[in-house]
T-cell receptor
Framework: GEDVEQSLFLSVREGDSSVINCTYT??????LYWYKQEPGAGLQLLTY?????DMKQDQRLTVLLNKKDKHLSLRIADTQTGDSAIYFC?????????????FGKGTKLSVIP | EPEVTQTPSHQVTQMGQEVILRCVPI?????FYWYRQILGQKVEFLVS????????KSEIFDDQFSVERPDGSNFTLKIRSTKLEDSAMYFC??????????FGQGTRLTVV
């Protein structure tokens, strides 16, 4: 596809795991990112993964990368109400000095107490 | 923790007026960016800046837009003659290398 795609909404119960999925466009993209945006705030860099990796874990966050399917996921373990936010997937296609990020539309995560 | 700061948080301007959006990147970062997000749409790349010059710009970044790093600490985006469709949230970002961009909280520009 031509776009970075994400589902728009996800609702989970507090304490459960959340999995946010993303498909990206370019199998040669070098870096893939997850950003979090809380209401009224900027984009907070959560984590990123280099394309030669399959998985990256950082405390409650696990990123899985399937390059063959161009699929990226973010798993949040033990989801808390403070995790309620919009989560953006972004790819960084590299080549010819291009550093720009291409974002998905964002997935709004709602955590039910 | 160091952060990117943007001012003002909200700017209202009349169509045709010039606006300058200001950003203070993280101090040891070398790459600087502007992105924008029109309400309900994706975050879009505008421009990147490195070594005192534009390194990349998108189709959106036409002659109405310019960027400057006037004093080694600030990074500004100027829109020369604003249009209604320029209304958006504008995000500044910086990075120590070409990866790991850190974003500011954004400036909401409303053109009336």
């Amino acid at each position: 596809g031509e776009d970075v795609e994400q589902s728009l909404f996800l609702s989970v119960r507090e304490g459960d795991s959340s999995v946010i999925n993303c498909t990206y466009t370019d199998s040669s993209s070098t870096y893939l990112y997850w950003y979090k945006q809380e209401p009224g705030a900027g984009l907070q860099l959560l984590t990123y993964i280099f394309s030669n990796m399959d998985m990256k874990q950082d405390q409650r966050l696990t990123v899985l990368l399937n390059k063959k399917d161009k699929h990226l996921s973010l798993r949040i373990a033990d989801t808390q109400t403070g995790d309620s936010a919009i989560y953006f997937c972004a790819e960084q296609r590299t080549g010819a000095g291009s550093y720009q990020l291409t974002f998905g539309k964002g997935t709004k995560l709602s955590v039910i107490p | 923790e160091p952060e990117v700061t943007q001012t003002p948080s909200h700017q209202v301007t009349q169509m045709g007026q010039e606006v300058i959006l200001r950003c203070v990147p993280i101090s040891n970062h070398l790459y600087f960016y502007w992105y924008r997000q029109i309400l309900g749409q994706k975050v879009e790349f505008l421009v990147s800046f490195y070594n005192n010059e534009i390194s990349e710009k998108s189709e959106i970044f036409d002659d109405q837009f310019s960027v400057e790093r006037p004093d080694g600490s600030n990074f500004t985006l100027k829109i020369r003659s604003t249009k209604l469709e320029d209304s958006a949230m504008y995000f500044c970002a910086s990075s120590p290398r070409w990866t790991e961009a850190f974003f500011g909280q954004g400036t909401r520009l409303t053109v009336v």
